[in-house]
């Protein structure tokens, strides 16, 4: 019998916002496979308001609250069955990325994890996507 769902990831990044959909394909009697279905970039550049202004300014924020809409609505479209959303060194340095979180759950409901450095390097060095 095959099994096929499908999981997404979403990375809140300095340059760019960036949404994964994933297939994960269980069939008996063979190895749990992952193929790509779909790959969204989106260029935001957070890190050059925060690294300069220590916020998200206005017109960032306008902009990646109408890209995590448009995530939730791929997301419901392919189906996915789970996510998970981080934001890294940008948003963690932005004196205003609480306010940018809710006001993002509240227009799309897509719960963002802000996570600390070392989160973030053990998720870049796990690269066997089959653990």
């Known amino acids: 019998m095959l099994k096929v769902k499908k999981y997404a990831a979403i990375d809140i990044g300095s340059n760019a916002v ?6 994960v394909i269980e069939e008996k009697d063979n190895q749990v ?4 279905n779909s790959l969204v970039r989106v260029p935001i550049r957070l890190g ?3 690294f300069t202004e220590n916020k998200i300014s206005d017109y960032n924020i306008t902009r990646l609250c109408d890209t995590m809409q448009a995530f939730g609505l791929l997301m419901k479209t392919h189906e996915v069955f789970q996510y998970k959303a981080c934001a890294t060194s940008a948003m963690r340095e932005a004196e205003n990325s609480k306010d940018v979180v809710e006001k993002i759950k509240q227009l799309s409901d897509i719960e963002i994890e802000v996570i600390d450095g070392n989160e973030e390097a053990k998720i870049i060095a796990a690269t066997d996507i089959n653990s």
């Open 33 to 36: 496979r992952f193929k790509k």
């Open 18 to 23: 960036r949404l994964l959909i994933s297939n």
């Open 48 to 50: 050059a308001d925060v």
